[in-house]
């Protein structure tokens, strides 16, 4: 295999296998998120792994809607966020499903178009962070049957809670959303991220639209399903040296050995997306042990403990997350370590980790 100095390892099985066990598990059609490059695991890859299994694909992005269909991915894709009005004519050249929450970018798409194109209406139930404010819902929709160009396909929204123990404010949510189609005629209408499709059965109407989960990872204290973490990130040890008793490490000299020290550099860093908030709190596993990050992690490197890791020389791999031998390190992990979320984290390894599949 080719020589990286840091790369993620991508289980495109274990991500069909997810997908897999969660359509079987909700028993509704999938649309399956692979927005911000199928956090962090390669969008087109996963994308044409889940061909097979998603009954939609859904994105952030225009940009990533095009990336797809460049790619050859013919399946449908929807927008999950408002388009301009600059952006109706790459909608309609590429086949995508816009998401549509305001008249002006309606109206637009609706002018521009020969042929009809699905749209997809987003409710603000309470997210309150895009849609149609529910209670303005009913008239937009009618006001939106005069464009006869759209052909209303599906209606969502999106939980703000539904990852919290607390289920009452998605009880609110989903209220106020069915009350808008009950005897309505709309194909597809859907609710659940990957929270409330492990935990909300309430939610799955007609598709759930999980994105977290996808990748193996729970999105909260809730595993119904087995999944499997689908990303590897590992890296190489560049320089190892012995330090005294008293002596500073990295940056600011923030850490102080307290006795003869056998140190590593590993090479990693921020500037790869490997959080400079790990300084002093991150382990990594080599040799099969988990070694405490020492001192302040800089852009390029950082420096660990090597304590009882036996056998080490300079280019031997280093885990940052998954498995070693008998250890692991989930992204959970990491998360928490350095204040953040595991979607945060999957979400900026960096371009300079070479991406690899299995
Ligand atoms: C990102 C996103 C999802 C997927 O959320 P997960 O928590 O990753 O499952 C679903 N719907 C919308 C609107 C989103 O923005």
Sequence with gaps: MHYFRTHTEINLGAIRRNAEAIKAYSGKQLIAVVKADAYGHGMLRVTETLHPIADM?????????????????????????????????????????????????????????????????NINTGMNRSGVRWTEAVSFLNRLKTLERLEIEGAFTHLATADEADKSFVSVQLERFLSLFTGKNIKILHA????????????????????????????????????????????????????????????????????????????????????????????????????????????????????????????????????????EITVDEIADRAGTISYEILTQIGPRVKRTFC
Excluded at 75 to 100: D, M, N, R, W
Excluded at 291 to 299: E, F, L, S, W, Y
């Design 192 to 327: 659940a991220n990957s929270a409330a499709s492990l935990a909300v059965s309430a939610s799955q109407f007609d598709a759930v639209r999980p994105g977290l989960s996808l990748y193996g990872v729970y999105p909260a204290s809730e595993k119904p399903i087995v999944l499997e973490p689908a990303l590897t990130w590992k890296t190489r040890i560049g320089w190892m040296g012995v330090i005294s008793e008293g002596e500073g490490v990295s940056y600011g000299l923030t850490y102080k050995a307290s006795r003869q020290t056998r140190v590593a550099m590993v090479q990693i860093g921020y500037g790869d997306g490997y959080r400079r908030a790990l300084s002093g709190v991150g382990q990594v596993l080599i040799s099969g042990v988990r070694c405490p990050i020492i001192g302040r992690v800089c852009m390029d490197v950082s420096v660990v403990d090597l304590r009882d890791a036996a056998n080490v020389s300079v280019g031997d791999e280093v885990v940052l997350i998954g498995k070693q031998a008998e250890e």
């Design 57 to 121: 694909f859904a994105v952030a992005t225009v940009e990533e809607g095009v990336t797809l269909r460049q790619g050859g991915i013919h399946k449908p894709i929807l927008i999950l966020f408002s388009s301009l009005p600059e952006e109706a004519a790459q909608i309609v050249e590429h086949g995508l499903t816009p998401t549509v929450a305001d008249w002006e970018f309606a109206s637009q798409l609706n002018a521009i178009t020969t042929k009809p194109v699905n749209i997809h209406v």
